[in-house]
């Protein structure tokens, strides 16, 4: 009975853990989703600080756009 | 207990077209595909910054091809109709777009194939999956005629 219990317990919560799928990133993909919500300038603005934090520039950004690529 | 392995393995929905792997014949009948013919199926969606920069690179690609012996199809993936219909017409518009393209946008076809990224191609010959290329490569017209040469 105490088996029954769990296995219906994680097949209900299972349901919270689907996955995103490659062709599924339609809203993730929005330049709204960028760090600094699109907005250039605070974009500019913490890559400044990173930049000079960490006394290099460049390889702030990931690969494949966010459309899952790569 | 081998029964509930089985049953959350069918569940979890990890099946995937593999290089090797046979389509079904509702997918050949849904891509309209022919024996003896290469087809390169490529997926993508407006959305997909990677897939603009390679729609390009394609059409390119397609301008070579004798296409007799090999097709490209365009799987459009985008959830809207409309919105797909107006990328298509601005990228025939620029010339970016000169092979056939079906839309998807229930996402039936992807889901059955289930790539791991987009863009991604498949080379399918006699309803064979040949190859997978996932992700946007800089270079793919010329990597598509290479390719092509080594599967005559």
């Known amino acids: 009975m105490k088996t029954v219990f769990i296995i219906i317990t994680l097949l209900l919560f299972m349901g919270c853990a689907k996955e995103v799928k490659p062709w599924e990133k339609e809203t993730l993909a929005k330049q709204t989703m960028e760090d600094g919500g699109g907005n250039s300038l605070i974009k500019q603005f913490e890559e400044h600080i990173y930049f000079s934090k960490e006394a290099s520039k460049g390889g702030g950004g990931v690969a494949g756009g966010g459309c899952g690529c790569n | ?152």
Not at chain 2, 9 to 22: C, K, R
Not at chain 2, 24 to 30: A, F, L, P
Not at chain 2, 96 to 103: D, G, M, Q, S, W
């Open chain 2, 1 to 152: 207990m081998k029964y509930l392995i089985v049953t959350l393995m069918l569940m979890s929905n990890i099946w995937a077209y593999d290089v090797g792997d046979s389509l079904s014949e509702e997918m050949v009948s849904h891509l309209e595909l022919k024996d003896d013919k290469v087809y390169v199926v490529d997926f993508f969606a407006s959305w997909c910054g990677s897939c603009q920069k390679e729609l390009p690179l394609m059409t390119k690609a397609n301008l070579n091809l004798n296409h007799d012996e090999v097709e490209i199809i365009g799987i459009d993936v985008d959830k809207d109709p409309q919105k797909a219909a107006r990328f298509q017409e601005a990228l025939k518009a620029e010339g970016h777009l000169n092979f056939r393209v079906i839309n998807d946008p229930q996402n039936l076809i992807i889901a059955k194939f289930n790539p791991l990224g987009m863009p991604t191609l498949y080379y399918i010959k006699n309803k064979k999956v040949l190859k997978i290329i996932t992700g946007a490569i800089d270079n793919i017209d010329q990597q598509i005629h290479n390719d092509l040469k080594m599967m005559r």
